[in-house]
Nanobody, 125 residues
Framework: QVQLVESGGGLVQAGGSLRLSCAASGRTFSSYSMGWFRQAPGKEREFVAGIIRSGRSTYYADSVKGRFTISRDNAKNTVNLQMNSLKPEDTAVYYC??????????????????WGQGTQVTVSS
């Protein structure tokens, strides 16, 4: 089992940047592919970005491609999401999630076994 704790959310103006971090504890972090999801009020949770166990491959939702960058540090048990050129439509609660069976990045919510509590990101216009 792995425990996930997100941090780094906050309020930022449109065009600004934020860096989210997810700290993992428990079983070997490098055994998991990792993903970031988000959920805006009244909307379903959606995939944002993912990274495989080694960190050598990443995948992004079209809505964030070119603006967000996911990375991981297996020595520090962390996965990060650098968010640039933020837009009001990026406002959501952002969740970190761990996939213990996937060798590639998977976008389905049900593929992920462990979730953090979420961190709020608010982008003002």
């Amino acid at each position: 089992q792995v425990q996930l704790v997100e941090s780094g959310g906050g309020l930022v103006q449109a065009g600004g940047s934020l860096r989210l971090s997810c700290a993992a504890s428990g079983r070997t972090f490098s055994s998991y592919s990792m993903g970031w999801f988000r959920q805006a009020p009244g909307k379903e949770r959606e995939f944002v970005a993912g990274i495989i166990r080694s960190g050598r491959s990443t995948y992004y939702a079209d809505s964030v491609k070119g603006r967000f960058t996911i990375s991981r540090d297996n020595a520090k048990n962390t996965v990060n999401l650098q968010m640039n050129s933020l837009k009001p439509e990026d406002t959501a609660v952002y969740y970190c999630a761990a996939d213990q069976y996937g060798w590639a990045v998977r976008v389905r919510i049900t593929a992920y076994d462990y979730w953090g509590q979420g961190t709020q990101v608010t982008v003002s216009s």
